[in-house]
């Protein structure tokens, strides 16, 4: 993850990307952001800013070996701490989980404690970083680093460790060489305040309205108008923002949009959801979102002849703009409307709508990705 990638907060990154090129970066720092102020995204580009090996004045490069190995979290010197739910014996410490913290972090990450409980289905239970976790993280940073660089332990919400934290406190004290510690938190409150007395402290505010209409505009379709005003609403939590943008459009739109998302991102777990929900909306409702998504596409194939004027209103408007400015191509279009229209007949024929859906959701990938 890039700091571009990252929305607004301009000074916290100038801060950092200062402190590495003046060669004064902390053992162990803390970075302290409410939820959807993005503290956990900022933490993984400055992470990738140090370990970058062509790193330009004010971000990473996004392509190096390093970059690569940061942003797809598989990189052997950068561990990932945080707090999990306690189910039997299946997860004892981090590694147990890191598959599905890989996944939920790379698709959002600016997910909150909530979302990833969720992710573990485990909604119910309380999360909690427990001490064979801490032990672990003393064994991994005693170890030599694999790439011959820093080692990295990123802590995310230090306030699940609870008293056992105070584990920790030597080696935040006397980190081995080339080790960093980066605490990322929401609350000062629940951290221990011996935690936080040993580390360089850095608060990120919410992010700045313009920063978040913009985002919204580029990341969710929203107009001008919708992201200014959704931007206003939710005070600089971006979260908050995108759960909000989710109810400012019509319901196919919605839907739409998601599968869309899904397809051109080929989240295939995501889309058996999908498929489970719309098929909800039973053999007529499905009919009709099918026939919206073929008229959007038509829409789309014909705006680069005649314009988007007259043809839509409102989020729609954008939403086929913005559509069109991904330059799919009229074949691409086509093979896309013909899947829409095959599951239409199929769905006329009274199959059962999850399969129909979800094969039709393995179309639309072929079809996206049709040279
Ligand atoms: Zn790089």
């Excluded at 790379?106 to 427990?130: F, S």
């Excluded at 605490?183 to 920063?211: F, K, W, Y």
Aim: glycine share 6%; proline share 4%; aromatic share 8%.
């Amino acid at each position: 993850m890039k700091f571009s990638s990252v929305i607004g907060q301009e000074g916290p990154k100038n801060r950092l990307i200062h402190g590495v090129k003046t060669n004064r970066v902390a053992h162990a720092q803390l970075i302290l952001g409410s939820e959807g102020s993005g503290n956990l995204a900022l933490a993984l580009a400055y992470i990738q800013y140090l370990l970058c090996k062509q790193k330009t004045d004010n971000d990473s490069c996004g392509e190096c070996g390093t970059c690569r190995k940061v942003s797809a979290l598989v990189h052997p010197d950068v561990h990932f701490t945080f707090p999990f739910p306690k189910k039997k014996d299946e997860i004892e410490q981090c590694s147990d989980a890191y598959p599905q913290w890989r996944e939920a972090f790379i698709d959002d990450p600016y997910l909150n404690y909530g979302d990833w409980m969720q992710q573990m289905n485990a909604e119910n239970k309380q999360g909690n970083i427990p001490s064979k976790e801490l032990r672990s993280i003393i064994k991994k940073v005693s170890l030599k680093s694999f790439e011959g660089g820093m080692k990295i332990c990123l802590i995310w919400l230090p306030e699940y460790m609870g008293q056992e934290g105070n584990i920790l406190l030597k080696l935040l004290e006397e980190p081995p060489d080339q080790t960093l510690f980066l605490l990322v938190g929401e609350n000062a409150d629940d951290i221990l305040s011996t935690i936080i007395s040993r580390t360089q402290l850095m608060r990120i505010a919410p992010i700045l309205d313009s920063d978040m209409a913009l985002a919204l505009i580029q990341t969710e379709g929203l107009s001008d108008e919708d992201a200014s005003r959704l931007a206003r609403v939710a005070q600089g939590n971006y979260r908050l923002a995108r759960e909000l943008a989710k109810e400012a459009t019509s319901p196919h739109l919605d839907a739409w949009r998601q599968w869309m998302s899904i397809c051109f991102k080929r989240k295939m777990v995501e889309a058996f959801q999908w498929s489970d929900d719309t098929a909800t909306m039973g053999r007529e409702g499905i009919k009709s979102f099918l026939l919206y998504g073929i008229q959007v596409l038509r829409t789309c194939a014909i705006i680069p002849h005649k314009g988007a004027e007259g043809l839509w209103a409102g989020p729609e408007l954008d939403f086929v703009v913005k559509f069109n400015t991904l330059n799919i191509g009229f074949t691409k279009i086509e093979a896309m409307v013909e899947v829409l229209e095959s599951c239409m007949d199929e769905i006329e024929r009274n199959g059962n709508a999850k399969v129909i859906l979800m094969d039709a959701s393995y179309a639309m990938v072929r079809a996206i990705m049709k040279k």
